[in-house]
């Protein structure tokens, strides 16, 4: 059974960073597609980026240059350092996971989630 476990929500200022933590547990996959998405009240959730085991990632536009995501196989845990946080971040921030070298952008081809952290960012 996959778990993910999201933690290092919280709120902070604008131009402030926080760093947020997945550990993954259960996952006996030789090669999977690591992700963050997020939801905004009354929006729908949100790819923001993706980190494959080959080491390869992309994000989101509007995040480009702030976050980075990164993993410590060690740990088995996924993080997501964000800086420069704008309000417009403000959101619930999800990891997700999928097995196979390929990533996605759809959040449907994620099978499994955390239960998410909260990040709110004030202007």
């Known amino acids: 059974q996959v778990q993910l476990v999201e933690s290092g929500g919280g709120s902070v200022q604008a131009g402030g960073s926080l760093r947020l933590s997945c550990a993954a547990s259960?996952?006996?996959?030789?090669?999977?597609?690591m992700g963050w998405f997020r939801q905004a009240p009354g929006k729908q959730r949100e790819w923001v980026s993706w980190?494959?085991?080959?080491?390869?990632?992309s994000y989101v536009t509007s995040v480009k240059g702030r976050f980075t995501i990164s993993q410590d196989n060690a740990k088995n845990t996924l993080y997501l350092q964000m800086n420069n946080l704008k309000p417009e971040d403000t959101a619930m921030y999800y990891c997700?996971?999928?097995?196979?070298?390929?990533?996605?952008?759809?959040?449907?081809?994620?099978?499994?989630w955390g239960q998410g952290t909260q990040v709110t960012v004030s202007s």
């Open positions: 997700a996971a999928r097995s196979g070298g390929a990533c996605a952008t759809d959040s449907t081809q994620f099978p499994y």
């Open positions: 980190l494959s085991t080959y080491g390869s990632s």
């Open positions: 259960g996952y006996t996959y030789s090669s999977y597609c």
